[in-house]
């Protein structure tokens, strides 16, 4: 019972430390914000795209939960940037204090491609 209690209080807990701490003042805690991270976590931790990181912990979520998170950065008027890198040219929205998600528009030769994903950086 008392464990059961503690599952159901922590995400609540969790929401009332990212809303109250100063260094994390920047990231959105709304419904479909919290909603877009979780399936994206969820996804990184079904097919086993999570990294170690030094102190930090990578989940990667690709396919429609990527789209539809970097959908949602848009609608949100997320800050994005175009970058060329020696991969090919990406479009990335800022996860607002923890992460980023991706557009992969064209590969190194400057063929066009469509491909989407999204990383999550968590503390450890």
Not at 100 to 120: H, K, L, S, T
Request: aromatic share 14%; charged share 20%; glycine share 8%.
């Amino acid at each position: 019972m008392m464990r059961a209690r503690a599952l159901f209080l922590l995400p609540a807990a969790c929401l009332a430390w990212l809303h109250a701490s100063p260094g994390r003042a920047g990231i959105d805690v709304g419904p479909d914000a919290l909603t877009h991270y979780a399936y994206c976590v969820s996804q990184a931790k079904d097919r086993l795209f999570v990294y170690v990181l030094g102190r930090h912990l990578l989940y990667r979520c690709h396919d429609d939960i990527a789209v539809s998170y970097y959908n949602f950065l848009g609608r949100s008027h997320a800050r994005e940037v175009v970058v060329h890198e020696p991969t090919g040219v990406y479009v990335y929205r800022q996860i607002s204090g923890v992460g980023r998600c991706w557009f992969w528009m064209a590969d190194e030769f400057g063929n066009p491609v469509a491909a989407y994903g999204c990383d999550i950086y968590v503390e450890i």
